[in-house]
């Protein structure tokens, strides 16, 4: 059965790197969408993105992140200079429709450490 | 989108079925209502989804109520595999195609041997 796949699975970094996380969606989906779940809270949305632009995206998704669907297959998540409040799981999620109707699929997530 | 009420959480034994509820009074002739599940350290995943009629699928089944105000996600045997976190979400099929799902806190079950 398809799958999202997600890397790294785990990443530790320093407050103030970079850090990209990468997702390959399921190769016929269309519409592409980065959630976060910090430790023993909800998951919420980051962003969504279609036809290689930004649909929405949430009060999170501040000008520290950025996504980008470089090849046809990778989507990324960018955090430009991450603070120790990033820290959490980091779940990319594809659909063939949009998320109105149709089944968004998501990955296993990328635990990302700040320290 | 409309509101949902979940049970923080419940409790079942194993093998025997689970009527996860959810209320959903101020929803709209146009909002279908979803259920995802996140199993411990994994991302969300899909389990039903219907508008008006009930829904059956390999995992689960969609009893929705006449007048649409509540919904019950129907797990006909429960295993320990099915401990998770069941979500009820309303979405909207008029908005723009890519609107985001919108996680609650859901209702947290536990399965026992």
């Known amino acids: 059965e398809p799958e999202v796949t997600q890397t790294p699975s785990h990443q530790v970094t320093q407050m103030g790197q970079e850090v990209i996380l990468r997702c390959v969606p399921i190769?016929?989906?269309?519409?592409f969408y980065w959630y976060r779940q910090i430790l023993g809270q909800k998951v919420e949305f980051l962003v969504s993105f279609y036809n290689n632009e930004i649909s929405e995206k949430s009060e999170i998704f501040d000008d520290q992140f950025s996504v980008e669907r470089p090849d046809g297959s990778n989507f990324t998540l960018k955090i430009r200079s991450t603070k120790l409040e990033d820290s959490a799981m980091y779940f990319c999620?594809?659909?063939?429709?949009?998320?109105?109707?149709?089944?968004?699929?998501f990955g296993e997530g990328s635990r990302l450490t700040v320290l | 989108d409309a509101k949902t009420t979940q049970p923080n959480s419940m409790e079942s034994n194993e093998e025997e079925p689970v009527h996860l509820p959810c209320n959903h009074s101020t929803i709209s002739g146009t909002d279908y209502i979803h259920w995802y599940r996140q199993l411990p350290s994994q991302g969300p995943e899909y389990v039903i989804h219907?508008?008006?009629s009930n829904v059956n699928n390999r995992m689960a089944s969609l009893a929705i109520a006449e007048d649409r105000k509540s919904s019950t996600l129907i797990l006909h045997r429960a295993t320990l595999r099915d401990a998770a976190v069941y979500y009820c979400i309303l979405r909207d099929y008029r908005n723009s195609g890519n609107t985001p799902l919108v996680f609650g806190k859901g209702t947290r079950l536990s399965v026992i041997a």
């Open positions: 190769s016929n989906h269309l519409y």
């Open positions: 219907g508008l008006t």
């Open positions: 999620a594809s659909s063939r429709q949009g998320a109105n109707t149709g089944e968004l699929f």
